[in-house]
């Protein structure tokens, strides 16, 4: 029987994700139709979608009320679409606060409900876990912490592991990496990644073109290289680049992050998806992040952080190997010291990386199969 499936997603991590996810349905259920809300990535594995995903791509407490009115309304449009439609199975992929409202009226108009990605109430807002008992009807989640916890507070859920687990190797060829970016093979490359929203790239560049401005002044044969992922991003840094540091040896890459990554000796990124790729491709790593003022003071005066660290590479880990600059330590002052101290340290980067890899095996896990698998099971309840 040909399966309808709805899918939403709300940025580019989530539309990775919901393509290998469509991929894997597909192989189990060929005919398989997928409707919702889909970027590039799904659109290309044949999802339709309903409105452009970007739309809905929000972060920060204060911005998501900005724009609150028009989110709710498009929820509710969605509500209406799914329930005329009444697909066989609907599937949340990651944003959750948007995602298990949908879900949770989805599934009490009959619809089976699923939700790929754990939010993080293990980590902050532990609240949330009613709202996934009322929401879901399998969680799929992609690190295996969650799995106990959410377990515990009655939650159905599947330990899956990580698709890109499964899709980078165990072994990166840095060389071949930097041939396909036509980058020098014998120059120390430091990879700058300041994310994959505007509002992030807005907060990220200057500390990141500073710090890599005053690492070149201590050692000029450094060099530098950015993956940009879009013409506004691009622009963004680049006009940042040239008035601020003109002289400093900077390639600019369009899209391609998993190379460059691959090509670096160390990167300096932004906290997010970004952390987990650089672990999987086994390069050491400092992290950056500036929220939103207002954002920030919010999070800090109600202490709706419950765990150690910002980045996820960190979580895995269960300690600090990508050391953590958040807020008013996001600069060059802080950060550039430390950059060049781990690039020093080549016995501290064998550490890392070797620890990088074995999180890598314990995440790799045919994720999407899994997923795939699990999801076909409650349709057939």
Known sequence: MALTIGMVANEPSGDLLGAALARALR??????????VAGAKMQAEGCETQLPMERLTVM????????????????????????????????????????????RQLRA??????????????????????TIRRSVDLMLSLFPFEEDFLRRHGVNV??????????????VDQSAARQALGLTADDTWIALLPGSRMSEVKRLTRPLIETARWCWRKRPQLRFVVPLISDAIRAQVVRFVEQHAPALPITFIDGRSREVIAAADLVVTASGTATLETLLLKRPMLVAY???????????????????????????????WAPEFLQERACAAEMGPALLALLDDLALQATIMADYERVHRLLRR??????ATALMSITSQ
């Open 60 to 103: 920060g407490l204060i911005e998501v009320l900005r724009v609150l009115p028009e989110l709710l309304r498009i929820r509710r449009d969605l509500v209406r679409y799914f329930v005329e439609h009444r697909p066989d199975l609907f599937i949340g992929i990651d944003a959750p606060d948007f995602n298990l409202g949908l879900e």
């Open 27 to 36: 192989a189990l259920n060929p005919e398989a139709r997928f409707i919702g």
């Open 366 to 371: 045919d994720a999407a199969h899994q997923a």
């Open 109 to 130: 108009a009959g619809i089976p409900t699923a939700h790929l990605v754990s939010p993080t109430v293990w980590a902050w807002r532990s609240g949330r876990v009613k």
């Open 158 to 171: 599947r330990y899956i592991g990580h698709p890109l687990a499964d899709e980078i190797p165990l072994t």
């Open 290 to 320: 500036k929220l939103n003022a207002l954002t920030w003071f919010v999070v800090r005066r109600l202490n709706l952080i419950k765990v150690q660290y910002a980045a996820m590479a960190n979580l895995l880990v269960n300690r600090e």
